[in-house]
């Protein structure tokens, strides 16, 4: 009565243009497409009953699984206002089942040497599974001449606005980080700029400082942690430091001028993170995923300035739900090397089922990116 019989279902590969199969059957759609499903089904050799299985098979990859069960739709309990005549109707016709509505997938490069052929978001309790990070990167590749890797990571608690209010996460989610960086990959301290409550001339000269001594052989990661600001009027987005005042923007950092920092240091690779509100706007282009070769050595050979933000351009919350899952998945990461791409795809749907925000993924503006990713690589 109130969801039909049927449902649209999205399913999205890393890469893409995936060949989709459901229960046995071909699509004739590749990744990413939309496919219509029912709500009820039959069992076959390829299904039980009320389960979908969708096979997406890519050439150069092994065929990945995900086996999804119906779960009962709570919302077809409404029908018993109607002294359930409709929701008598609704069981026999499949209406009080339903599945999940996105399935997201990352391809494994058929090597011989992967350790996850197939890998399933659900189990057959209808469970959800620990999420594997399964990187399209062979894993005894090499990368050729790996350079230094520097890190920027800023936190601001406490603002000396009265105006602008403090907040309690930020330079504890910047310590998490700080942490993981620097004791599981490739960042030595010495390399690595923490500051904490920051204010706008030590900002400034951070990033004045790693445009004078990074090469373009080096990586750059830049973690900011705080408030941001969204001007409709301008049509501009600002980073404040902790000397920032509310009703004066002298002190602001606009998202162009953290833009013309990432294309004036000459680092091989650039990553952004930024945990903050309307932090959306540093973006050319915003994608949940990129289609990203499967070598090690074209991701890395080619210069990249990509961007994550914990949201889009609306307010987000002190308490980091991104931020959680980002370093829960650089922990948890076994890949010698693990593109950007590829941790942000691994943590985004944990983030879009915890968190009222939007992650999002993508190109810097005006900032020289030609195609490469920002590679992590474990000590």
Same mark, same amino acid.
């Given at each position: 009565?109130?969801?039909?019989?049927?449902?649209?279902?999205?399913?999205?590969?890393?890469?893409?243009?995936?060949?989709?199969?459901?229960?046995?059957?071909?699509?004739?759609?590749?990744? @990413?497409?939309?496919?219509?499903?029912?709500?009820? /089904? =039959?069992?076959?050799?390829?299904?039980?009953?009320?389960?979908?299985? &969708?096979?997406?098979?890519?050439?150069?990859?092994?065929?990945?699984? !995900?086996?999804?069960?119906?779960?009962?739709?709570? /919302?077809?309990?409404?029908?018993? +206002?109607?002294?359930? #005549?409709? &929701?008598? #109707?609704?069981?026999?016709?499949?209406?009080?089942?339903?599945?999940?509505?996105?399935?997201? !997938?990352?391809?494994?490069?058929?090597?011989?040497?992967?350790?996850? =052929?197939?890998?399933?978001?659900?189990?057959?309790?209808?469970?959800?599974?620990?999420?594997?990070?399964?990187?399209?990167?062979?894993?005894?590749?090499?990368?050729?001449?790996?350079? =230094? &890797?520097?890190?920027?990571?800023?936190?601001?608690?406490? +603002?000396?606005?009265?105006?602008? @209010?403090?907040?309690?996460? @930020?330079?504890?989610?910047?310590?998490?980080?700080?942490?993981?960086?620097? *004791?599981? &990959?490739?960042?030595?301290?010495?390399?690595?700029?923490?500051?904490?409550?920051?204010?706008?001339?030590?900002?400034?000269?951070?990033?004045?400082? %790693?445009?004078?001594?990074?090469?373009?052989?080096?990586?750059? %990661?830049?973690?900011?942690?705080?408030?941001?600001?969204?001007?409709?009027?301008?049509?501009?987005?600002?980073?404040?430091?902790?000397?920032?005042?509310?009703?004066?923007?002298?002190?602001?950092?606009?998202?162009?001028?953290?833009?013309?920092?990432?294309?004036?240091?000459?680092?091989?690779? *650039?990553?952004?993170?930024?945990?903050?509100?309307?932090?959306?706007?540093?973006?050319?282009?915003?994608?949940?995923?990129?289609?990203?070769?499967?070598?090690?050595?074209?991701?890395?050979?080619? @210069?990249?300035? =990509?961007?994550?933000?914990?949201?889009?351009?609306?307010? !987000?919350?002190?308490?980091? /739900?991104? %931020?959680?899952?980002? $370093?829960?998945?650089?922990?948890?990461?076994?890949?010698?090397?693990?593109?950007?791409?590829?941790?942000? *795809?691994?943590?985004?749907?944990? $983030? %879009?089922?915890?968190?009222?925000?939007?992650?999002?993924?993508?190109?810097?503006?005006?900032?020289?990116?030609?195609?490469?990713?920002?590679?992590? #690589?474990?000590?």
């Amino acid at each position: 009565m109130f969801y039909g019989t049927s449902q649209k279902v999205s399913i999205n590969s890393t890469p893409s243009g995936a060949d989709v199969y459901i229960n046995g059957l071909a699509t004739n759609k590749q990744t @990413p497409c939309e496919v219509l499903i029912k709500r009820k /089904v =039959k069992a076959t050799e390829h299904n039980n009953k009320n389960q979908y299985n &969708y096979v997406l098979k890519k050439e150069g990859y092994e065929d990945h699984l !995900v086996t999804d069960n119906a779960k009962f739709n709570y /919302v077809s309990l409404l029908n018993i +206002y109607w002294l359930g #005549i409709p &929701y008598l #109707i609704d069981i026999p016709d499949g209406a009080i089942w339903k599945f999940e509505k996105e399935n997201n !997938v990352n391809l494994t490069v058929s090597n011989g040497n992967t350790q996850n =052929k197939i890998v399933s978001n659900r189990t057959d309790n209808n469970t959800p599974t620990k999420r594997v990070i399964t990187n399209a990167v062979v894993n005894n590749q090499k990368i050729n001449n790996a350079g =230094k &890797y520097y890190a920027l990571i800023i936190g601001n608690n406490v +603002y000396q606005d009265q105006d602008i @209010p403090s907040l309690d996460g @930020p330079i504890k989610d910047a310590t998490k980080l700080y942490n993981v960086l620097t *004791t599981k &990959y490739t960042f030595e301290k010495s390399n690595v700029t923490f500051l904490k409550n920051a204010s706008y001339e030590q900002m400034i000269q951070a990033f004045d400082d %790693l445009s004078n001594k990074i090469t373009n052989n080096d990586n750059l %990661l830049v973690f900011y942690a705080g408030h941001g600001w969204w001007n409709e009027i301008k049509d501009l987005g600002y980073w404040l430091p902790t000397d920032a005042k509310k009703g004066n923007t002298a002190f602001w950092i606009p998202n162009s001028r953290i833009s013309d920092y990432m294309n004036s240091i000459k680092s091989k690779h *650039t990553l952004l993170i930024a945990d903050a509100c309307f932090s959306g706007s540093i973006f050319k282009t915003r994608s949940a995923f990129s289609d990203a070769q499967p070598s090690i050595n074209k991701l890395y050979e080619l @210069p990249s300035k =990509k961007a994550m933000t914990s949201g889009t351009l609306k307010e !987000v919350p002190d308490k980091s /739900v991104f %931020l959680q899952y980002l $370093v829960e998945r650089l922990n948890d990461n076994t890949e010698k090397y693990l593109s950007s791409d590829m941790l942000f *795809t691994s943590f985004r749907q944990a $983030v %879009l089922n915890n968190s009222p925000t939007e992650p999002q993924y993508g190109t810097i503006q005006n900032a020289g990116d030609e195609g490469g990713e920002f590679i992590f #690589i474990l000590k």
